[in-house]
Nanobody, 123 residues
Framework: QVQLVESGGGLVQAGGSLRLSCAAS????????MGWYRQAPGKQREVVAT???????NYADSVKGRFTISRDDAKNTVYLQMNSLKPEDTAVYYC?????????????????WGQGTLVSVSS
């Protein structure tokens, strides 16, 4: 079993900042790529930012220059620093991780998701 628990969401005024955290726990050998996704009301879930195990990052065009993704492998945690927030950033933000597990001498990977945390940006 693997759990991803997000925290740090909330209500903020436009131009403000929030920092999301996502801690992974459970049967984890290591973590490959991790990322943040979001889903606004009436829209499909979209990728916000991803980070590989080597630290390479990618961002959606809409958040480049405003959001920063980082990870702390010692804590099995990924972060999303969100600055200069806009009302259009309002969404439920989900954490995702490609989890490597070791079981009975064999490695396998698991695509894990958090339960989501709501970010609301007022104008």
């Amino acid at each position: 079993q693997v759990q991803l628990v997000e925290s740090g969401g909330g209500l903020v005024q436009a131009g403000g900042s929030l920092r999301l955290s996502c801690a992974a726990s459970g049967s984890i050998f290591s973590l490959n790529a991790m990322g943040w996704y979001r889903q606004a009301p009436g829209k499909q879930r979209e990728v916000v930012a991803t980070i590989t195990s080597g630290g390479s990052t990618n961002y959606a065009d809409s958040v480049k220059g405003r959001f920063t993704i980082s990870r702390d492998d010692a804590k099995n945690t990924v972060y999303l620093q969100m600055n200069s927030l806009k009302p259009e950033d309002t969404a439920v933000y989900y954490c995702n991780a490609d989890v490597v597990q070791l079981s009975t001498g064999r490695f396998r990977t698991l695509d894990a998701w958090g339960q989501g945390t709501l970010v609301s940006v007022s104008s």
